[in-house]
């Protein structure tokens, strides 16, 4: 069965650093590319970024690069996503999702399976 | 272009049939798919590559494009439908994933 499990809910302050991260299991997990997306408050689904575990090559959105970064360990099945100095705004639902084709077929795109989710409050 | 309209807010009858659209213009070249996402749960496939429902998805659900509009079609509608839907796609340069704004759907 395929799972991809998120890390639990953070609470944390403007200005400090967070990593959260999304392992899965029941796959093949170098060979699926894995996405993330935000779901701030009330609201819609926004695409962040992708990675390919197997090479770690990674795609941002134009709203998100320079944000956040996203990176994997193959070895333990784990992708991240990561902030260096977290924002009011950057609190938010953030889930991760498997991607079953190429990030560069050019027939569409959609996720397959999604992490349960993880809530990031930043508050002062 | 790097939008995916939806209507915001789309109600049923129970038993009834509706359609929840999705307008974008890069949908002309790349096929949509959709979610049904519950209140405090992650988003669920049920549609993708314009038509194609994953397993465990029932057949009520289906998907259809045409031009610059893909649309989701609820046959019969449940009360377990009641959800938000958002769609999917690529932007028009192919490079960007774009979602959507959703639609909350309400079954009477």
């Known amino acids: 069965e395929v799972q991809l499990v998120q890390s639990g809910a953070e609470v944390k302050k403007p200005g400090e650093s967070l990593k959260i991260s999304c392992k899965g299991s029941?796959?093949?997990?170098?060979?699926?590319?894995i996405a993330w997306v935000r779901q701030m408050p009330g609201k819609g689904l926004e695409w962040m970024g992708i990675?390919?575990?197997?090479?770690?090559?990674?795609r941002y959105s134009p709203s998100f690069q320079g944000q956040v970064t996203i990176s994997a360990d193959k070895s333990i099945s784990t992708a991240y996503l990561q902030w260096s100095s977290l924002k009011a705004s950057d609190t938010a639902m953030y889930y991760c999702?498997?991607?079953?084709?190429?990030?560069?077929?050019?027939?569409?795109?959609?996720?397959?399976?999604w992490g349960q989710g993880t809530l990031v409050t930043v508050s002062s | 272009s790097s939008e995916l309209t939806q209507d915001p807010a789309v109600s049923v009858a129970l038993g009834q049939t509706v359609r929840i659209t999705c307008q974008g213009d890069?949908?002309?070249?790349?096929?949509a798919s959709w979610y049904q996402q519950k209140p405090g749960q992650a988003p669920v496939l049920v549609i993708y590559?314009?038509?194609t429902r994953p397993s465990g998805i029932p057949d009520r659900f289906s998907g259809s494009s045409s031009g610059n509009i893909a649309s989701l079609t609820i046959t019969g509608a449940q009360a377990e439908d009641e959800a938000d839907y958002y769609c999917n796609s690529r932007d028009t340069s192919g490079n960007l994933v774009i979602f959507g704004g959703g639609t909350q759907l309400s079954v009477l």
């Open positions: 890069s949908l002309r070249s790349y096929y």
């Open positions: 999702a498997r991607h079953p084709r190429s990030y560069y077929d050019s027939t569409g795109y959609y996720v397959d399976y």
């Open positions: 029941g796959y093949s997990f170098s060979n699926y590319w």
């Open positions: 590559d314009e038509n």
């Open positions: 990675i390919y575990p197997g090479d770690s090559d990674t």
